[in-house]
């Protein structure tokens, strides 16, 4: 059984990779689609048939070892793997509390790099795998730090196992600056928004559909938009600790 993996989905990029990799992908005979709130998932079901609905919290470790005994049992070839499941709080870290910090790293970091070890035996030749990093994983973010510096492990790690992986499995970390998800108002609201990001905030669709050309053409990075772009190339000459006190 050919079948595509989205972790996230019931929301933002994770639920635009759903309908994409649908419309794209019509070999694959089930979407298995993960997030915790089932109505989310649900609602993907009007447009997409060959849906799998998993409502599952990615960070609780009793979910996973059923997902991985639900691997066992159906032993699906996994043609693509999303890891969209995400959170982030923009606050200096003084201000937030200890268990928000550790749910922020235990669902970006821990539970992503579980969820791919476990996937990775039902990935064959040819699969692949987008991990959602973000443009944040270029730079140290002051009152964001926690979730750039959970990033930049995401961005780090994808690019490590796709060297590892190299000529069987290909590995994109997905890189966007904001993108219009329900993500920005769980920030606070695009409004509230670092004057300097809200004109590079860019569209969902339009950010998983270059990911999805980026992905097949084997590149370890994608970057939406020259605004990013630029942004990835001045981090590389400026030091960080200019990039910081204009962030
Ligand atoms: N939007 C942006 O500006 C932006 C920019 C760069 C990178 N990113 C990254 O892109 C990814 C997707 O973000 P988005 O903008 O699509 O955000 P979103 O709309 O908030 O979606 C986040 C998804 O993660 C799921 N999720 C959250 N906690 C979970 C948990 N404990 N277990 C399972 N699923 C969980 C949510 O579903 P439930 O609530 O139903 O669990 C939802 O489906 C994230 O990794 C984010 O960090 C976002």
């Known amino acids: 059984m050919k079948i ?3 972790t996230g989905a019931s929301s933002g990029m994770g639920k635009a990779f759903t309908k994409q990799i649908d419309e794209k992908y019509q070999e694959l005979d089930e979407i298995w689609v993960i997030a915790r709130k089932k109505e989310g998932l649900e609602g993907l079901k009007k447009e997409i048939s060959k849906l799998r609905i998993l409502p599952m919290d990615l960070t609780d470790r009793q979910a996973l070892e059923e997902f991985s005994t639900l691997l066992k049992r159906e032993k699906p070839c996994i043609q693509i793997l999303v890891e969209s499941a995400g959170m982030g709080i923009q606050k200096k870290i003084e201000d937030t509390a200890v268990d928000d910090l550790r749910r922020m790293t235990e669902l970006n970091c821990t539970a992503l790099t579980a969820f791919v070890a476990m996937c990775l035996p039902y990935c064959e030749k040819g699969s692949r795998i987008l991990c959602l990093a973000s443009g944040a994983a270029f ?33 994109t970390a997905v890189c966007p600056g904001p993108v219009d998800t329900p993500f920005l108002e769980k920030m606070g609201g695009k409004e509230n928004m670092p004057f300097y990001k809200k004109p590079f905030i860019a ?15 084997g590149r ?9 772009k630029a942004l990835r190339a001045v981090c590389k000459i400026v030091p960080i600790r200019l990039l910081m006190r204009f962030m």
């Open 220 to 228: 370890e990075i994608s970057v939406y938009g020259f605004a990013m």
């Open 139 to 171: 730079v140290p973010q002051p009152s964001f730090a926690v979730y750039a510096a959970s990033k930049s492990y995401v961005l780090s790690f994808a690019r490590a196992l796709g060297a590892e992986q190299k000529g069987r499995i290909v590995v």
């Open 4 to 6: 595509a993996v989205i």
């Open 203 to 217: 569209d969902a669709e339009a950010v998983v559909k270059k990911a999805l050309k980026d992905s097949e053409r």
